[in-house]
């Protein structure tokens, strides 16, 4: 048995050795795509679309030209075909070559009865015992094997802590920015956090800080509001004192123009002087100059109003654009902490329930193993029986159980676990089911 297990182990780091090597892009016409895989993505016609691409949390990828393709649960042949449709859709090209290809899916996982359960990089055709031999090989009974277990227990418990931490952080800046987009003062936390908060001085400080900042930032935005507004109020106030001087400006107009009719009937009777008529014209002219001026100067009035008008716009779609942006990597965040916090979770569990068993185990008793990889398929969780050549595919999660002499046996690990921040996404044996989360 010991001779066994140490084959075991040189076999594990030749693996580890091999699998470090740079490998050539996934080639996989059948492959299915999903949320934080990497593609890379060449168009022939479009070389400045060229590139790599991450697909977000929404199972999209963001192209310029024709935006956001869903390309979650597609095969990279259906995404080349979208690509190009969307390009033809958008009179962009008649005749689009599209071509797609995989760089990096997302990891396997392993819990259970290895020597280093975790997170690991998918390989095409990787197989069930390829990947128990990253993960160190089957569990060997030793104490320094004991030794190791609670070393990772006191290990795994620390990363809870911290991620629980930054759950809270980011759950409470979710809220915040859902009060900011609302424009209102008042944060609207989880009532789960908010009962946390009675109970922790530090995470209720967090609360207070996380509303004094919504408070600066609404702030800030009102005061350049307001500063816009009082300017508008000013230009439309220029604009109506302008007009009353224009109304005043047509009287005398008027009034002069009467003047100079009663001046001209005189003059043909040779009663008054030439230079009185030419005085009279000379102002009607001037008055008629001001005028123009007066006009002038309401167009020139609404024209600022106008660019006021224009700013304030520009000021609440840049501060509405930015929240927004923020609050979907806020989101992004949530999700990547509930897999970290269920991952970890699941590893805390398994080495709980693993060392009480180390203890008294011999090698000299016969050791089997039961191997079940949980996969998701069309959205429901599928347990299947493996062996040792079964073929991963990624976002798999493979249990290995041990039996020693009949011991062992049932399944023990835990089937739903629950982080502190109750109100988002819970991890399942290190698969993320996403909760709608309020924008």
Partial sequence: MKRRNRWIGVCGTALLALYALNCPAIQAEEYTIHSNDKIKLKIFQYPELNGEYEVDANGTISLADIGEVPVDGLSTKDVANLISQRLIRAGLSAKPGTSVEVLQSRPVYVLGDVQKPGEYTFRPGVTVLQVVSLAGGWLRFSDPGLLRIERDVITVKGELRHLARRRFQLVARRALLNAELKNVRDVQFPETLVRQAGNDSSLSQLLDEERSLLKIRVDAVEKELDSLNQTRDLYQREIEAVS??????????????????????????????????????????????????????????????????????????????????????????????????????????????????????????????????????????????????????????????????????????????VDPADDTPRPQDGVLTRTTVSR
């Fill in 244 to 417: 009353r001087q224009i109304k005043a400006n047509q009287a005398t107009y008027d009034s002069v123009g009467s003047e100079l009719k009663s001046i001209n009937a005189l003059a043909a009777k040779g009663l008054t002087t030439a230079s009185r008529v030419m005085g009279l014209e000379r102002m009607l002219q001037q008055i008629e100059m001001n005028q123009q001026g007066f006009q002038t100067l309401i167009l020139r009035a609404r024209q600022a109003i106008a660019q006021v008008d224009q700013r304030v716009f520009d000021l609440e779609s840049k501060q509405r654009a930015s929240v927004m942006a923020e609050l979907e990597q806020t989101l992004v965040e949530i999700d990547d902490t509930a897999i970290k916090w269920g991952t970890n979770q699941n590893l805390l569990v398994e080495a709980q329930l693993t060392a009480p068993t180390l203890i008294g185990v011999s090698d000299s008793l016969v050791e089997t193993h039961k191997l079940t990889v949980v996969r998701v398929v069309n959205g429901q969780e599928q347990s299947i029986a493996a062996n040792e050549h079964t073929v991963m595919l990624p976002g798999d999660v493979l249990r290995v159980q041990r039996s020693v002499d009949g011991l062992g046996g049932e399944d023990t690990s835990p089937r739903d676990v």
